[in-house]
DNA sequence: GATGAATGAGCCTTCATTCAT
DNA sequence: GATGAATGAAGGCTCATTCAT
């Protein structure tokens, strides 16, 4: 008599996902159909659908998945260090998944999925949302020890912040030339230049 | 006799350009059928497939447009004005045409087709090429009169501004509330500060 | 520059209409399939699905015109003749359509279908009940002149009426030795036995 | 070591038919898959599998322990009772069976699958033809006694009668105000004036 | 130029059944 | 006896594109 092993069944799902990530990365969401999955995870049809409900499932569980990832990263920090430092820091580990091809392509289809299916959509924008808010709630802490401008909205500043991550997944895809290695200081002068202290408008 | 009017021609391919970019912004790419845009163009399919070879053909056709669009605002720029001043206006500008609910969703979807699309990828890579090139041309200027930070590297920081604009696409996608009326000051803030001569690193 | 021919479309549709049918008769409904249906309609899936929305709509179309042809007898009749000789003939009609071995099947298979299928229920439902009215019509006219015992309840004797119907599609599918040529005479004698005016209870 | 226990084996198998048999009567034969049917008997396919061969297994089960009952019905008739009383008393029986809403809907999921699964049309064919040929024996008695019109062959009669019966399911699938109940007294007229001795044709 | 009927390859998913434990 | 994970064939339908008129 065999119980449901759940270890064993959120074993499989990991499996799937990573198989489903790999094959999004080189081909497309669209493009990948389940069969390519099923292949590259070694497993019949039938049995991935035991694990997965849709196709689309699979993505969604993937993004919950970069979601709880980011989530715990900016549960991990410690509120006592220097908060500005943090976020750049924050940026310089974005920039380091941003240099794994297939990491990149995979955020960037999922972005392109996200377009269409709406329940991607909402599920992105949640996380989006709580990435927001966990920067600017270490903007709030910066501005309280003068290390950012306090003249500057947290959740406003949050958005541009933001806007330049999504950015840089973007200049991946445009500029065959936009090195994440190179560009990683880059990222950290704009920001800080943004952000600085005592700045005039 | 009648001999091929190149002017219908080009109303007709017009006409179906916009009908199909609607109902892309309206459906999405890929969730358009050509029988919807022959729907919305008022028109057969085989009439439309006369006009164009493909549907790749068409988005095709649309991002062509924009970049002559795009490259014909740089070139109409008095090179003797405020260079600092005209790429704030462009950023301005940038921040008019997102307000644009359907060309905002069209932008995506059509970023979002450029990543599976390699015809559309390199399209799009052309003028995104390009609009870097104006963007460093004026940055190249304006460091020369002093306005923009000598030490950054025109070709970089033209990367960068265009990620800021490419994120603020991926905002609208992904949060209901940034509203690019109030934003636009904000982004040149954050262009400003990035330049600004005389900063510290 | 051809214009949609409505003749030449109700034509393609009887055909694939025709095409099913036999299909359905012969292998049933669910073991048909649709690339089943198209080769025996000579046509690719593509069209086929331009003339009908789904497999389920062309049962849709069969049952429709089932009825339609139903009622198309009941309002030919004149209702100055004998009335109940009238009602008779119509069982024999109905004999004569169970005679033929496809017909009969595809009666089945479609009763069958309804079982499961909502909209097919719905709309054989709706053919049964006008079958029913008819007959009702027919009753109470022959009651008038006395043909039939006024004691009956003229809806309800239709619906027994209609169930000896029924029964007789369902003899054919259970008892291989029920021979609708010889058993036509025996639904008269059924029916007017029931119906015989000056009966006692 | 335990042995093989019928009794044990025939309750689990009684337990799967009496699950399987809800689930026709509410989604159908072929919409019920054996997913469902294990959930509803509380019970793993893997084990399901151990007492019947495949789906069609429960069904032909099914219909065989209906066949079994029905033929104890009338084994268990007093030959030397009224025997015309005792068929209009078997009918009255099956018009109880029919006003279960369950039941009803069972035996026309039943009915309907025997269309097409040459297996269960076969036993049901065989159930079929003894309980005519269980009729005609009544009616040969009843003949004898005089209570029945000797001119009707008793194998035919009893096909009609069927034929009613068979109809009576019918009307409960099509007619939504066929109501069992008020609808019995009305099946034991119907028959009994086929029936009739002393009727002229 | 214009029409719309026709094509056909391909995909996601289902589900009865088997098998390792 | 019991479990539930694994199998894999099959099917309805879509849709970009072509072609006869």
């Given at each position: 008599m065999r119980k449901i092993d759940p270890e064993r069944q959120q074993a499989k799902r990991r499996q799937i996902m990573e198989a489903a990530g790999n094959c999004f990365a080189r081909r497309g969401f669209h493009a990948t159909t389940t069969a390519e999955i099923c292949a590259e995870a070694g497993m019949s049809p039938g049995n991935l659908f035991h694990y997965f409900d849709s196709k689309s499932a699979i993505v969604e569980a993937i993004v919950e998945e970069e979601r709880a990832d980011t989530a715990a990263y900016f549960a991990a920090l410690?509120?006592?260090?220097?908060l500005l430092e943090a976020l750049l820091d924050f940026l310089d580990a974005v920039m380091a998944f941003a240099a794994d091809k297939t990491y990149a392509r995979l955020a960037l289809e999922i972005a392109a999925e996200a377009t269409r299916n709406p329940a991607i959509n909402t599920q992105m924008a949640a996380g989006d949302a709580q990435t927001r808010a966990d920067i600017a709630r270490l903007l709030r802490g910066a501005m309280a020890n003068g290390?950012?401008?306090?003249?500057?909205e947290p959740e406003q500043a949050a958005s541009w912040i933001v806007a330049l991550i999504d950015g840089v997944f973007s200049r991946l895809a445009m500029d065959p030339g936009f090195d994440p290695q190179r560009e990683a200081p880059m990222l950290r002068l704009v920001v800080s230049r943004f952000l600085k202290a005592g700045s005039a408008r």
């Open positions: 410690d509120e006592s260090s220097d290390q950012v401008d306090a003249g500057l």
